[in-house]
């Protein structure tokens, strides 16, 4: 059920739904960010009064950011192309100092949660907590202290009726605790956008961090994540090391006096949307070039950031595979990888991106021909591309160690002129919304991966083109909109049932921590 969309809606992220640049003669020019919280935010606004809290990434950012009356930008969130409107939102960017962004967002957030909700830790060297890590955590409390204090000033008078705060993502882990403290009564939702570490590889963190992480979010009135196996992993680790109430049939967490409840929120494609973006002419251009390339080959797409949780490695080795055990392929098909820059301030990410290239090199050493190209590797982001190789594919790869959804599995299929076969991570979160289509495999088994490419090339058109249909019409299942509106919808439904916000009173001492896998002293 869709909520009403009246009151003030407060929206928290790191990264905001417009970005600045400079034109060639040093104007300031704005784009709109893309992404499901800005497109879900697109049905909303207009609707509510809307405020939307994010950092100011850049030079032109923070430009903007102090040109603009107290700091708040007047934007509209109609999408790129369309006819621009009257501004229906209200955007802060906050000018956080270098390098309190720089340890809050890459050493803590980038450097540390991702890799433990991603369980990407090479264990026997890393992670070390020592006496720079805990610099790096005062930094991020106080990059979350500077949301939370906005969030706060934008939430109107106290005791201003019909006031939500949604926070997002794992950057901002401890704002929904902090903002509660600052403002009691304040409906606040927080939604992980990634997976969640089970207990027993989320207990590498510092206990205290841990505990500390888990109470910021138990500041909410709802949490939300994009799979059940998420939100189950995010109650065990309650249970585990807050040693908090946890009701599993109810899907609550009782902790500090105060009640969270738990849900599930999978986010899907706008599909008339996507569609109308992929018929655009450059698109079709792209469509024309990489079919001329392509001749009369099967074509094997996969479209990634560089991201080390993308497993593109452990997929061009699958690739590798198939044409050694499957020789009647060489010359028949082409894999088109799209692996676009991420993060490459991080020495890992760099390595990793090394490594992807160093691969595709040899493949394309190794069974080359004057006449067939097996691999083409991109490596410059490029939009209209990606949605062009989407309507190509005869095969769709995503095999991610982790991910929280992967839109990617979702996108393809809506796009699809071939009725592609999507081979599909079981670690994905998608995996639970299309595992009735896709072919699901072990993302670190690459000789079953080279099996399930092999399937898919030989799948006969008709059960190609009932998979398809299955996985688009999962894919278009609560696209953003939709999605965000079932996420204010539970929060609603959350403060209705009277829970109690959390009290204000100072910071509580953080809850001690008991053993993994220790069954507590029963009561007396």
Known sequence: MTPQPEGRVLIASNRGPVSFSRDDDGRLTSRRGGGGVVSGLSDVAGRAEVLWVCAALNDADRAAARAAPGGVLDV???ADGAAPGEPDSAVRMLDIPAPVFDRAYNAVAN???WFIHHMLYDTPNRPLFGLAFRREWE??????????????EGAGPPGAQGTRAMVQDYHLSLVPRMLAE???GLAIAHFSHTPWAPPEYYALLPDDVAAELLDGILGADHAGFHAQRWADAF???CEAVLGAQVDRAARTVRHAGHTTTVGVHPLGVDAPELRARAAAADVQAHVNALAAGAGDRKL?????????SK???RGLAAYRELLITEPQWRGRVTHLAFAYPSRHDLPEYREYTASVQRVAREIVDEFGTEDWAPLVLQVNDDYARSLAAYRLADVLLVNPVRDGMNLVAKEGPLLSERNCVVVLSREAGAAADLAEGALLVNPYDVTATAQALHQALLMNDAERKRRCALLAKAGAASAPAEWFADQLSA????VRAGRQPAKPEGRRPRPGRRRLGRPRRPAR
């Open 235 to 237: 109650l065990d680790c």
């Open 300 to 308: 094997i797409v996969r479209i990634d950031r560089t991201e080390l």
């Open 111 to 113: 450097s540390t949660l």
């Open 182 to 184: 600052r403002r009691p």
């Open 76 to 78: 509209s969130l109609a």
């Open 491 to 494: 929060l609603e439904t959350t």
């Open 311 to 313: 497993n593109i490695v």
């Open 139 to 152: 930094s991020f409390r106080a990059y979350n202290a500077a949301f939370a204090d906005a969030l706060a």
